[in-house]
Nanobody
């Protein structure tokens, strides 16, 4: 199993980016995005089990959207209205378990991780 994240870059505040995570090897019901800023702990950003159970951390709700293309075995994170505090390395993750809503945000529940993609938002 491999998760390949891409789409990061340097943008100005208020702009948008779309991250992609291509999964090879098998399909997963639950997938998520986490991020880690310099000097900070890893933080949950968004997670989805299927297309109906979706969770966001409060700081991104209304600006970020997680989605999936099952035909391409790819999960996306559309990030709009980016802020400097969104600057971080973003990681996609996949779980072998059918996670419930409350479990989507816990990193320990994910079995596979991508390599990370850097997002930098300038003010």
């Amino acid at each position: 199993v491999q998760l390949q994240a891409s789409g990061g870059g340097l943008v100005q505040a208020g702009e948008s980016l779309r991250l992609s995570c291509v999964v090879s090897g098998r399909t997963f019901s639950a997938m998520a995005w986490f991020r880690q800023a310099p000097g900070k702990e890893q933080e949950f950003v968004a997670g989805a089990r299927g297309s109906s159970t979706i969770r966001y951390t409060d700081s991104v709700r209304g600006r970020f959207t997680i989605s999936r293309d099952n035909a391409k075995n790819t999960v996306y994170l559309q990030m709009n209205s980016l802020k400097p505090e969104d600057t971080a390395v973003y990681y996609c993750a996949a779980s072998r378990s059918n996670l419930i809503f409350s479990s989507l945000s816990q990193a320990a529940n994910y079995d596979y991780w991508g390599q990370g993609t850097q997002v930098t938002v300038s003010s």
